[in-house]
């Protein structure tokens, strides 16, 4: 970087010598190797494409009688919603936990510690198991006031903790644990200076987290959150253990009866991708959205057009790696 | 309005401020001077309460800060009282602390319309007359790292104005400025002040000081070391280091 700076300067200095005087046409730089690389890539993709095209052994004929099945289509349901309500658990929860962790009250503090520390430190797997089968553990559930025999409420474990609500749970409080740790990150990335500019307004704490200190955070909050929203549709999968009915356990109740494995877990690949691409939509409007008063947005440009033009003025963004390798 | 005496304050075992005393009286400037680290932003930040005193009596507008008086005996202030008493006190940070994802319209107008309740539409009329007043009647719409450090100050004095302070404290509102954009953001102070607010400034600006000040303060090491008309403290100082540190400045 330290190096690159002067030879800047100099590029900078000569650059403006030519077009001080009359206009000429300028020729961009031809990457030659650019296209040499991308010819390559693409003739191993295609070869890897009609390979896996004419495989036998895939079934492409049971991919496609698949696909588009009501029993996929359920799967996908449950699995959408389960990815929705785990991720507004996770969230919700996440940020009552980031805001204990960084709280004054040290009671609250090491509670939510705790919290993170177990669930974050135990199997996914594990808890998921584990709520699936509470009811071997706790056959009812009551709410009452803890060695007294006053209850409020008393249910039978297994009819309130369907395998749907164990899923749930047990999705939502692992999120929260990660959440927390997003939200808490993104809550101290915000510069003390704007709380500070709030409480002298008469803005009171709660207010400023609100108003002022988290809608800031969301610029750092939301690239990590929307990785973890990406995580949580595909381990919505593991909930099959606990029959909860999601699109893998659908699709595993197909290929315990017809043997046809890989055809099947090809069915679930296309739309976990599907969903997936999807939730790059509102990621990318969430980003501009809490971006607003930031610098303007990249303009938008494929990756096509950008291999083959713009390349030169490019090279300042692709990073001082890249320049550097083009000067040799 | 503002009444310190014997104000201390320290960070663990470090002395910041060593008892205060001083007095603002309603509609005075007072302009802070001083060497870094001699407590000048640290006083400042007690008169709202952004930091609590550990000795001595502070009091604004004859209340006492962080506390309410109840025959001899002081009660510690809510959450939402001090929230309240913050209200009247009007503050400017030498690095703006504009809220960058609103507007400066909308940062003037938050909170007029989140803590004091005015409908949108007034506080909107509001906060256009106070940009207006400020200079900045056509950035309404721009966000804050769309404008210069100058005309961000600016929204900030504004957005402080909007509550409708009693007091406006300025902790070296043009330090961190550009040398040609020092001048807009005193000309606002200057014009607040001719227009009867009470300001305590923190200012290096020594002809600002002897211009606008009523009383100039010089601060050292936590203490009072001198105070007084201006054209005295700043012009013929009678302390050595008052001396000292106006011939580093000047
Ligand atoms: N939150 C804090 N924790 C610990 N020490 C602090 C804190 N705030 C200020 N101090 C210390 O208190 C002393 C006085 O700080 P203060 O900011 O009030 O000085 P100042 O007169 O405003 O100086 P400057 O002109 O540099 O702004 C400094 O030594 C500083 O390090
Ligand atoms: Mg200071």
Redesign the interface.
């Known amino acids: 970087m330290a190096a690159l700076t002067p030879a800047g300067a100099v590029c900078g200095a000569r650059a403006t010598a030519p077009h001080a005087g009359e206009s000429r046409t300028v020729v961009p730089i031809r990457h030659w190797g650019r296209w040499l690389a991308a010819a390559a890539a693409l003739t191993s993709l295609v070869g890897l494409i009609g390979s896996l095209a004419g495989n036998k052994n895939l079934h492409w004929d049971i991919v496609g009688h698949y696909v588009f099945a009501d029993l996929v289509f359920n799967g996908l349901a449950t699995t959408l919603w389960l990815t929705a309500a785990a991720m507004a658990v996770g969230l919700g929860l996440g940020v009552l936990v980031a805001v204990m962790r960084l709280s004054s009250n040290p009671v609250l503090r090491t509670l939510a510690n705790a919290f993170v520390w177990i669930f974050r430190g135990t199997p996914l797997l594990v808890q998921i198991i584990f709520w699936g089968y509470a009811g071997a553990l706790y056959k009812h559930i009551l709410i009452g006031i803890p060695f007294t025999h006053i209850t409020f409420l008393d249910m039978d474990t297994n009819t309130v903790l369907t395998p749907a609500v164990a899923a749930l749970l047990a999705l939502g409080l692992n999120e929260a644990a990660y959440a927390s740790e997003i939200v808490r990150a993104g809550i101290q990335s915000v ?1 003390a ?2 709380a ?10 709660a ?1 400023t987290t609100r ?2 200190v988290l ?2 955070a969301m610029r750092v909050i939301i690239p990590p959150l929307g990785n973890e929203t990406i995580n949580m549709l595909k381990m919505t999968a593991l909930v099959s253990v606990i029959s909860a009915h999601d699109l893998m356990s659908n699709i595993q109740d197909v290929y315990a009866q017809n043997y046809q494995v890989i055809p099947m877990l090809v069915v679930a690949s296309i739309w976990y991708l599907i969903l997936v691409t999807a939730l790059g939509l509102p990621q990318s409007w969430l980003e501009r959205r ?1 971006g ?4 303007p947005a990249t303009p938008a440009t494929g990756p096509l057009q950008r291999l083959v033009t713009g390349a030169a003025l490019r090279i300042s963004r692709t990073g001082p790696a890249a320049s550097t390798d083009s000067k040799g | 309005m503002v009444h310190a005496e014997g104000v201390r304050k320290h960070f663990g075992k470090v002395s910041v401020l060593r008892g205060i005393d001083l007095s603002v009286e309603r509609g005075r400037v007072c302009c802070l001077l001083g060497p870094s680290g001699s407590g000048k932003s640290t006083f400042l930040r007690c008169i ?1 309460h ?1 930091e609590k005193i550990d000795g001595g009596s502070l009091s604004v507008d004859g209340a006492p800060v962080g506390h309410r008086q109840q025959g001899n005996r002081l009660y510690e202030l809510k ?2 009282e001090i ?2 008493a ?2 009247d ?3 400017v ?1 030498q ?1 703006f ?7 400066a319209l909308e940062n003037v107008m ?2 007029p319309v ?3 309740g005015v409908t949108r539409a007034e506080a909107r009329a509001d906060a256009l007359r106070l940009l207006d007043r400020v200079g900045l009647a056509d950035r309404a719409e721009r ?3 769309q404008l210069s450090g100058g005309q961000q100050q600016r929204v ?1 004095i504004a ?2 104005l909007a ?1 409708k302070p009693k007091l406006m404290l300025f902790d070296e509102p043009t330090s961190a400025l550009d040398p040609e954009l020092v001048g807009e953001v005193l000309d606002v102070m200057r014009q607040l002040a001719a227009e009867g607010m009470t300001m305590v400034v923190v200012t290096h600006e020594i002809g600002f000081a002897r211009e606008v000040a009523d009383t100039a303060v010089f601060m050292d090491g936590g203490v009072v070391v001198e105070a007084g008309d201006p054209r005295q403290v700043l012009g013929d100082p009678q302390q050595e280091r008052t001396r000292t540190f106006l011939s580093k400045v000047l």
């Open positions: 510069d200076g704007q500070e500019a709030a409480h002298s307004l008469g803005m009171r704490p207010l108003r002022i809608p800031q809490y607003r008063g930031t610098a | 709202n952004l959450e939402r929230a309240r913050r209200r006190i009007g503050m940070f690095r602390n504009l809220f960058p994802h609103m507007t938050e909170a989140k803590v004091a966000y804050p790292a900030a957005r402080a509550m």
